[in-house]
């Protein structure tokens, strides 16, 4: 079975450049998520999709950060215009249905690493 | 009280010692609980879920005290391959909305 697919890697950019960051999750995983990870921590939750519908955006920095799930399979994380701090691992991760909510039993992509100079 | 608390170690323990962590969390209505391993600059992945009391698996343990609020991962026999970052995670709230990691626990297992 194939894992998450996650594109690009790595992606080298200039601040106040925009970028985009793709996600394909694993077949049949309605619940989708975006983590932001910085060195030494644990990853932080940036945006939650249930199908095409996000359900879980308060960690997303609104000014700068957006996201879409377009017919509820693959999904886009954008950034403009990047900021410095924004260097970072961006992980995609999905899940199987659970029972009324979510399974929370994640399984990540290999990340996208960021670095903003 | 910060809302997922770990021991950032590292741990250091040689090879077929047994070695436990625990994970520490606010939200004191919390029902479910994850552990997730992470190599070096690699993603993490599922270790093991806890819904109830405890869960074991292999050589791994999970067990969950709900009155002191922790969760403890134990691990009997440690392998060179078990050293990692163990990240613990659960739902933040009880309606299952947005999820949170700890800062995850390094763990080396010297020959």
């Known amino acids: 079975e194939a894992g998450v697919v996650q594109s690009p890697r790595y992606k080298i950019i200039e601040k106040k450049q925009p970028v985009a960051f793709w996600c394909n999750p694993i077949?049949?995983?309605?619940?989708l998520y975006w983590y932001r990870q910085n060195l030494g921590q644990g990853p932080e939750l940036l945006i939650r999709?249930?199908?095409?519908?996000?359900?879980?955006d308060s960690q997303l920095p609104k000014d700068r950060f957006s996201a879409e799930r377009l017919k509820g399979v693959d999904s886009t994380l954008k950034i403009q215009p990047a900021e410095l701090g924004d260097s970072a691992v961006y992980l995609c991760?999905?899940?199987?249905?659970?029972?009324?909510?979510?399974?929370?039993?994640?399984?990540f992509g290999p990340g996208t690493r960021l670095t903003v100079t | 009280r910060k809302e997922v608390e770990q021991d950032p170690g590292p741990f250091n323990v040689p090879e077929g010692a047994t070695v436990a962590f625990n994970c520490t969390y606010s939200n004191s209505a919390s029902q479910s609980f994850f552990w997730y391993r992470q190599d070096c600059r690699k993603e993490p992945k599922l270790l093991m879920s806890?819904?109830?009391s405890g869960n074991e698996d292999g050589r791994f343990t999970a067990q969950l005290n709900r009155a002191s609020q922790y969760i403890s991962l134990l691990i009997r026999d440690s392998k060179l391959s078990d050293s990692a970052t163990y990240l613990c995670?659960?739902?933040?709230?009880?309606?299952?909305?947005?999820?949170?990691f700890g800062p995850g626990t390094r763990l080396s297992v010297l020959p």
């Open positions: 991760a999905s899940s199987p249905p659970g029972f009324g909510q979510p399974s929370y039993e994640q399984y």
């Open positions: 077949s049949g995983h309605n619940t």
């Open positions: 995670g659960l739902p933040r709230d009880n309606y299952g909305q947005n999820f949170v």
């Open positions: 806890v819904y109830s």
């Open positions: 999709y249930e199908n095409e519908e996000a359900v879980d």
